[in-house]
């Protein structure tokens, strides 16, 4: 369920960074639509925040459940997959 939501915060968040830079690379754009500009910036900074939240929680969650399943339990099959995360939120993705 967190690895689902995750997956699809992120896209959404790198959607969000895409129609960002395609919309608003000319500042004169921005200055003539500065409500929506500001939309964005909005849709853009609660995406990265529900995503910040999920992966810390998830990681969380998973640290409590391998201090209390013990240590027959490889830490690795509790890993998620954070490679849509880390493109979502690194710089690389459009200079959010």
Excluded: C
């Excluded at 896209?11 to 004169?28: A, I, M, N, P, V």
């Excluded at 909005?42 to 925040?49: H, L, N, S």
């Excluded at 690795?76 to 880390?86: D, E, L, P, Q, W």
């Amino acid at each position: 369920m967190f690895q689902n939501q995750i997956d699809l915060i992120a896209g959404q968040l790198e959607h969000l960074k895409k129609r960002k830079h395609l919309l608003f690379e000319d500042s004169s754009y921005i200055q003539a639509h500065f409500g929506h500009y500001l939309i964005l910036n909005r849709a853009i900074a609660r995406q990265e925040g529900q995503l910040k939240w999920l992966t810390e929680t998830y990681t969380d969650l998973i640290d409590l459940f391998y201090l209390l399943s013990g240590p027959q339990f490889p830490r690795k099959i509790f890993a998620f997959n954070s490679s849509a995360v880390k493109l979502a939120l690194s710089s690389k993705s459009l200079n959010g």
